[in-house]
C-alpha cells in the first residue's frame, strides 16, 4: 500500500469509528455490532503502529469513545475514567496475564468479573455523603446527571462510614424491567443498555425515577489505599454499594487470598473453565453482560503499570462474539409504524445466528442504508446484536446485477400520500394511512396493553380489512 493509500485509509477508518462513537454514546443507537467496531478499530491501531508518523491528533486509538453531551452540565474527573483493551479468546486473555506478570517482576492474582453491558458511571462521596455523580464523558470531563442518579434505589445516598471514597459502577436495566419497557414502545430500543442511556439523560429527574434502573460497584478510590482489589470490593460492600456475587479470584497456585463465600477461586489452570462456563450461563442471568473484566488484584502494581491514553495497562476485556451469520438481501420493504415513522425491512435468504433462523432484519433509515452502501441482491454480513437483535453489519460481495445503493421512496407506500423529513427519518403524516391505523389497533391490543384472548394480529388485520374497526 502506497503512503497515499496509508493516509486515505487511517483518515477513512478513524472517521468511520468516530461516527461510530458518536451513535453508541451519544444517540444509544449504535450502527455496527462490538466485533464489527473492534474489527475497525484494530484495523486502524495496525496501520499506526506500523506508520506512527501518520497517526492523527484526534484520532479515536488514543481517546475514550465519548458519551459528553452539550446539554447536560459538565464536570471535571478526578480519577482516569478510560476503555478497556480487549480480547476474544481464553488464550489472548492467558497471554496478557504472562506479560502483564513479566513486566510487574513478581507474581500477580487475577480478578474476573462480568462486563455489564450498561451505562459507565463515576460516584462521587464527601464524608459518606452522595455528591455528584458524573457520566464518564471523554474519560477527563463528564455530565453531571446526579439528579437521575439519586432516583436509582440501590444507589446508596450515605454510606455506613463517613469516608471521602469515588467509585465506578454500572448502570443497567432488568432484562425483565426491559422486555415490560420496551414492549411500549413504537420503535423498540435494540437492548437495555440503549434504553438505559436514553433515560438517564431525560431532564426532568421524576421521569427517571419510573424506570427501575439498578447499578453494579466494580472500583473504588481513596487516597491512602492500601487494600488490593479483593479487599476494595468486599469494602465497597460494607459501605453499602451492591458488588457483584458472581466473581472469580485467580492465583498462580491455590489462592489465599480471603473472599466472598458467593466467589469462585482457583489457580490459574481452571481460569479457561471458569470463563467458558460464564460463557455458557450468562444467558440465565437476570441482566445483559457482554464479556468479562480480567483485572489485576494487586493495587501498588497497578500504579506501576499505569494507563495509557485509551486503556489501564492492568485490566482487560474478554469480549463475547455477537453470533455472525452471512445472507443475501432479496427485498426491502418498508413498514409504516403508529405515528406514521417509515422504516425499512430487509427481506433476506434465511439464515441461522445463535439458535434462530433469521430472514427479516431491520434497516432503520437511509442514512444506515447508505453507511452499508447496500443494495439489493448484495452478500451481507448479519449478527444479532446482544444475542438478540439482528442486524446487518457490513456489505461482504457487491451483487452481479449492478444494483445501486436502495433508496428510500418518497411516498408512502400505504396511502400513497407524502412523506416528510423528522431528524433522520421519514413519516407519512396522513392520519388516515391504513398502516397507521392498523399498527395502532395493533398496539392497543398487544399483550401490555388490552391483552384480548384470542385476538391476534391476523383476526384485526380481517377485521380492519371489512370495515368493522376504524380509528
Known amino acids: 500500500m502506497t503512503k497515499n493509500k496509508i493516509i486515505e485509509e487511517i483518515r477513512k477508518l478513524s ?176 437492548n437495555p443498555r440503549n434504553l438505559t442511556a436514553g433515560t438517564l439523560r431525560r431532564k426532568k429527574s421524576i421521569d427517571v425515577a419510573s424506570v427501575p434502573l439498578d447499578i453494579f460497584i466494580y472500583e473504588g478510590f481513596m487516597d491512602k489505599n492500601e487494600m488490593d482489589h479483593v479487599e476494595i470490593l468486599q469494602y465497597l460492600r460494607k459501605l453499602g454499594f451492591r458488588v457483584s456475587d458472581n466473581i472469580g479470584v485467580f492465583s498462580p497456585s491455590t489462592p489465599k487470598i480471603r473472599i466472598d463465600p458467593t466467589w469462585f477461586s482457583g489457580n490459574f489452570d481452571s481460569l479457561s473453565t471458569y470463563v467458558e462456563k460464564q460463557t455458557t450461563e450468562r444467558k440465565n442471568l437476570p441482566y445483559e453482560i457482554d464479556g468479562l473484566v480480567i483485572k489485576v488484584n494487586e493495587t501498588d502494581v497497578r500504579d506501576t503499570l499505569g494507563f495509557t491514553g485509551h486503556h489501564p495497562r492492568w485490566a482487560i476485556a474478554y469480549k463475547f462474539e455477537s453470533p455472525v451469520g452471512t445472507t443475501i438481501v432479496k427485498e426491502i420493504d418498508i413498514q409504516v409504524g403508529r405515528t406514521g415513522r417509515i422504516t425499512p425491512v430487509a427481506r433476506v435468504e434465511p439464515v441461522l445466528i445463535g439458535g434462530s433462523t433469521i430472514s427479516n432484519v431491520t434497516l432503520h433509515n437511509q442514512d444506515y442504508i447508505n453507511l452499508l452502501e447496500l443494495a439489493l441482491g448484495d452478500t451481507v454480513s448479519v449478527s444479532k446484536r446482544g444475542d438478540v437483535i439482528p442486524a446487518v453489519e457490513r456489505v461482504i460481495d457487491k451483487n452481479e446485477d449492478n444494483n445501486s445503493v436502495w433508496q428510500m421512496p418518497g411516498v408512502c407506500p400505504s396511502c400513497n400520500s407524502d412523506l416528510i423529513n423528522k431528524g433522520a427519518h421519514l413519516f407519512c403524516t396522513n392520519s388516515e394511512c391504513p398502516d397507521q391505523i392498523k399498527a395502532g389497533i395493533f398496539f392497543f391490543l398487544g399483550k401490555n396493553q388490552m391483552d384480548i384472548d384470542n385476538f391476534g394480529p391476523e383476526t384485526a388485520e380481517f377485521l380492519i380489512d371489512q370495515g368493522f374497526i376504524k380509528r
Open 15 to 190: 472517521d468511520l469509528l468516530s461516527l461510530y462513537q458518536n451513535a453508541y454514546y451519544l444517540k444509544n443507537k449504535p450502527l455496527v455490532s462490538d466485533l464489527e467496531y473492534d474489527r475497525l478499530f484494530d484495523s486502524l491501531l495496525l496501520l499506526e503502529q506500523e506508520n506512527p508518523e501518520l497517526v492523527l491528533p484526534n484520532s479515536p486509538s488514543s481517546r475514550v469513545g465519548s458519551d459528553l453531551s452539550r446539554d447536560i452540565p459538565e464536570v471535571s474527573h478526578t480519577i482516569p475514567v478510560l476503555s478497556l483493551d480487549k480480547g476474544y479468546s481464553v488464550e489472548s486473555i492467558r497471554d496478557w496475564m504472562d506479560k502483564t506478570i513479566s513486566k510487574a517482576g513478581s507474581d500477580l492474582s487475577f480478578i474476573v468479573e462480568e462486563k455489564i453491558d450498561g451505562v459507565s458511571i463515576v460516584l462521587y462521596y464527601k464524608k459518606g455523603i452522595l455528591e455528584l455523580a458524573a457520566t464518564r464523558g471523554n474519560g477527563s470531563i463528564g455530565n453531571d446527571i446526579t439528579a437521575n442518579v439519586r432516583t436509582i434505589k440501590s444507589v446508596p445516598l450515605r454510606l455506613s462510614e463517613a469516608v471521602d471514597i469515588v467509585v465506578r459502577g454500572e448502570i443497567f436495566l432488568p432484562l425483565a424491567e426491559f422486555e415490560k419497557l420496551n414492549s411500549l414502545q413504537e420503535v423498540p430500543f435494540a
